[in-house]
């Protein structure tokens, strides 16, 4: 019977996680809402949009008469995301905190706290699906293709899936808000939360200030043409247009490639700039959801952004959990320290951190 | 599943006869006590019966009870009011690092207005040294604040020492007795305090009303601005089925004190003694010998308050730990903090059980093996 199940479900104070906890409660279960504090982004005068996020978490769970509490992790999350975060940038990475976040906050320090609070499962709000078939867990994807989100749960493993509900992941954000609007919820019409969640709708480049000192340079061509100025290599990704300050006659110019150790960054001239192009990569920190499953040499669709169409490649497995991936086509603005997430259809096998960029063989130093 | 209350000291049950009185009160008499007619003289006479009553009983004059709107306000009038009354004595204030937040809060608050404070420390026993007071003392201290009872750990710190020692300064000494009314014997001339802190709701009274017992020889200057109630010192329309329901609270906290006393030792003994027959580790915090019947703060090794506190609610018992922060999280305790040092796990792994009019013997019972299912829980799970 459902209500001798109990389902801690982690609620950020969005419509989405609000919808998940109706579900459960609807299904039945012995639901427990858990807001979790990862971040104090307290200002001058003691106000944290936490708090807000915890009122609106507070509300729902009186609207679905479950208990509430709230979890602490501002110091895991600062050890093994936040430090992760301001590593890669250091290194000249783009980082996916969200992808971190995942793995070790919400699929680990939560869901220890949710078994140490006697839960059966524990539940999210994330657009993804598990199918359990003969005591085996897959991670499916979402059934809205434009809100799937395995590639940021890439790192899950089936011990983790096997006690975890996504009870979102067969609905299309629509029917969501519809959900919540035929429900009455109080965050029936909260506006989504965009870009990382410590930094929330804060400037980006003022926000990674405080935290690492920028180091303006030049900006120049592969050819050692200086284009102009930048302002810290860590505020520029690969494939990026925005915010270079170079105009002028001809095609607009992109971000290549930043070489790091002369604190450069190489600009290209062109949307489909060959320089912006690739046909390999490498891999490390590979996690397979099914890892026994999964052969030396084997082809597969793959992600490399979020929301991107997948592609199709060749995967080879090598040491120390790295992979070497080749492209049927090549690639635009491959970025290392993004993931990259691999599908059989509607199965996620799993998925690493992108490190080298290949073309013809060639790593491309260039890009950082 | 019957929920189990263990948290007396947050807020208690109001007491039958109390709810009676004001619901009487509530019913039959609306009047403004300030009104110059029969309907405003029927309500200022139940104000001023309660204030007498309330001050008898605690060796006070009734001139010398201001009602205040609680513990809080009490604690903000009594700091902030001295101390802009007599900065032309000095400017420094002394307080102690586990006084309650309504206390530090404040003392922070006058830090920004220019005051010095001075954070008297406590020692693992949870007590205040009366040494460490006299020593921050000087010549330009106009207050002192020590709690009676620390909220958290319900040791009791030696008021009436302090109040000897200092007879011969100008500084005047508050006690926030929130804790310790209705617990303790208190006798306002007795224990040789200027200004002392009482709620209601924490004996069995209504929440909303309390009262700063003030000597008539303190300079006090009012925090609010508005009508002449209180003698000036507290503006606003009183409340007056509060007021009487507070009354009724005082008498009957006062006149069952004794019987009161050893009840709620008896069931924290029963609780003690139930956690010691089930095989789970624990230990008291603080001076057990010095503590208040109805407070035991207990750390429990290997577990994490937070998720400790979760349990204890999901199986049923009320219990809270050092006070919740921002987003619903808890913070570590600043009053075990004080005692055991930042980091010390004793921080982050104590909870404070207390008792009260919501307890029997046998949802005690029932409470200790709850507590030590969800203990044995934690401990298995963090390993």
């Known amino acids: 019977m459902n209500h001798d199940t109990r389902v801690v479900i982690g609620m950020s104070g969005g419509v989405d996680s609000s919808v998940a906890a109706l579900l459960l409660k609807q299904q039945g279960y012995d639901v427990v809402g858990i807001f979790m504090k990862n971040w104090d982004d307290t200002d001058e005068f003691g106000v944290c949009t936490a708090t807000e996020d915890f009122e609106d978490v507070v509300r729902v769970c009186n609207q679905l008469d479950i208990p509430y509490y709230a979890v602490n992790f501002e110091?895991?999350?600062?050890?093994?995301?936040?430090?992760?975060?301001?590593?890669?940038?250091?290194?000249?990475?783009?980082p996916n905190p969200d992808v971190m976040c995942n793995k070790e906050i919400k699929f680990k320090a939560f869901m220890d706290h949710a078994l140490s609070l006697g839960a059966d499962y524990v539940a999210t709000g994330h657009y993804a699906r598990v199918r359990e078939q003969k005591g085996r867990f897959e991670l499916l994807r979402g059934i809205d293709d434009n809100k799937d989100q395995t590639y940021f749960?890439?790192?899950?493993?089936?011990?983790?899936?096997?006690?975890?509900?996504?009870?979102?992941?067969?609905?299309?954000?629509?029917?969501?808000?519809?959900?919540?609007?035929?429900?009455?919820?109080?965050?029936?019409?909260?506006?989504?939360?965009?870009?990382?969640?410590?930094?929330?709708?804060?400037?980006?480049?003022?926000?990674?200030?405080?935290?690492?000192?920028?180091?303006?340079?030049?900006?120049?061509t592969l050819d050692g043409v200086v284009k102009g100025r930048h302002d810290g290599l860590m505020y520029y990704t690969i494939g990026q247009r925005q915010g270079l300050g170079i105009g002028g006659a001809g095609d607009p110019w992109f971000v290549v490639g930043k070489n790091i150790a002369k604190n450069i960054l190489y600009v290209e001239q062109g949307y489909s700039n060959k320089k912006l192009f690739s046909d390999a990569l490498t891999a490390t920190d590979v996690n397979w959801i099914q890892s026994d499953?999964?052969?030396?040499?084997?082809?597969?669709?793959?992600?490399?952004?979020?929301?991107?169409?997948?592609?199709?490649?060749?995967?080879?497995?090598?040491?120390?959990?790295q992979v070497h991936v080749v492209f049927k086509e090549s690639q635009r603005a491959i970025t290392?320290?993004?993931?990259?997430?691999?599908?059989?259809?509607?199965?996620?096998?799993?998925?690493?951190?992108?490190?080298?960029i290949f073309k013809r063989e060639c790593q491309l130093d260039y890009v950082g | 599943m019957e929920h189990i209350y263990l948290d007396h000291a947050a807020t208690t049950p109001v007491h039958p006869q109390v709810l009676k009185r004001m619901c009487e009160v509530e019913k039959e008499t609306f009047g403004n006590p300030s009104s110059v007619h029969a309907f405003g003289r029927k309500a200022r006479q139940l104000v001023d019966s309660a204030r007498s009553h309330i001050a008898k009983r605690m060796g006070a004059n009734?001139?010398?009870?201001?009602?205040?709107s609680g513990g809080t306000e009490a604690d903000n009038l009594a700091l902030v009011g001295v101390a802009r009354a007599n900065r032309d004595k000095g400017n420094h204030i002394i307080v102690t690092a586990q006084e309650h937040h309504a206390v530090l809060h404040t003392a922070e608050a006058l830090e920004k207005e220019g005051f010095r404070v001075t954070y008297v420390p406590v020692d693992r026993q949870g007590k205040i040294a009366v040494e460490d007071v006299m020593d921050a003392l000087t010549s330009e201290t106009i207050l002192v604040s020590v709690m009676y009872v620390n909220n958290e750990t319900g040791i009791i710190q030696p008021i009436q020492e302090i109040a000897e020692q200092m007879q011969h300064h100008q500084a005047y000494l508050h006690t926030d007795a929130v804790q310790a009314f209705g617990l303790l014997a208190i006798d306002v001339r007795e224990l040789g305090v200027d200004l002392l802190t009482v709620s209601a709701h924490k004996i069995n009274g209504p929440k909303g009303i309390g009262l700063l017992y003030t000597n008539k020889d303190v300079q006090l200057q009012s925090l609010q601005y508005g009508g002449e109630q209180e003698r000036k010192r507290r503006a606003g329309t009183e409340d007056v089925a509060r007021i009487v329901g507070f009354e009724k609270a005082v008498e009957l906290a006062v006149e069952h004190r004794i019987e009161r006393v050893e009840q709620y030792q008896a069931l924290k003994q029963q609780f003690i003694n139930g956690l010691q027959e089930q095989d789970i580790a624990f230990q008291i915090n603080g001076d057990e010998q010095n503590t208040v019947a109805s407070i035991v703060n207990i750390s429990f090794p290997n577990t994490a308050v937070e998720a400790l506190l979760t349990n204890l609610d999901l199986d049923g018992v009320a219990a809270s730990s050092g006070s919740a922060c921002t987003a619903g999280s808890v913070e570590p305790s600043h009053v075990l903090t004080a005692m055991y040092g930042s980091g010390d796990e004793h921080t982050t792994n104590s909870v404070r059980f207390s008792?009260?009019?919501?307890?029997?013997?046998e949802?005690?019972?029932?409470?200790?093996?709850?507590?030590?299912?969800?203990?044995?829980?934690?401990?298995?799970?963090?390993r």
């Open chain 1, 153 to 220: 749960l890439n790192q899950l493993t089936e011990d983790v899936l096997s006690k975890v509900m996504f009870p979102l992941g067969h609905l299309p954000k629509s029917e969501v808000r519809k959900i919540a609007k035929e429900n009455d919820l109080a965050t029936a019409t909260k506006k989504d939360s965009t870009g990382i969640c410590f930094i929330g709708e804060r400037n980006f480049k003022a926000f990674l200030s405080e935290y690492l000192p920028a180091q303006p340079g030049e900006m120049q």
């Open chain 2, 363 to 382: 949802n005690i019972q029932t409470a200790t093996k709850r507590v030590a299912k969800s203990v044995t829980r934690l401990t298995q799970s963090i």
């Open chain 1, 336 to 356: 290392p320290g993004q993931a990259v997430v691999f599908y059989d259809g509607e199965i996620c096998l799993g998925g690493g951190t992108i490190d080298k």
């Open chain 2, 355 to 361: 008792f009260g009019l919501a307890n029997t013997p």
């Open chain 1, 75 to 94: 110091k895991q999350y600062w050890d093994k995301v936040f430090t992760y975060f301001l590593d890669e940038y250091k290194a000249g990475r783009t």
């Open chain 2, 62 to 68: 009734e001139k010398e009870i201001i009602f205040t």
């Open chain 1, 293 to 321: 499953k999964i052969n030396e040499v084997f082809t597969c669709t793959a992600k490399f952004r979020y929301r991107q169409d997948d592609s199709p490649v060749t995967v080879t497995l090598l040491d120390n959990n």
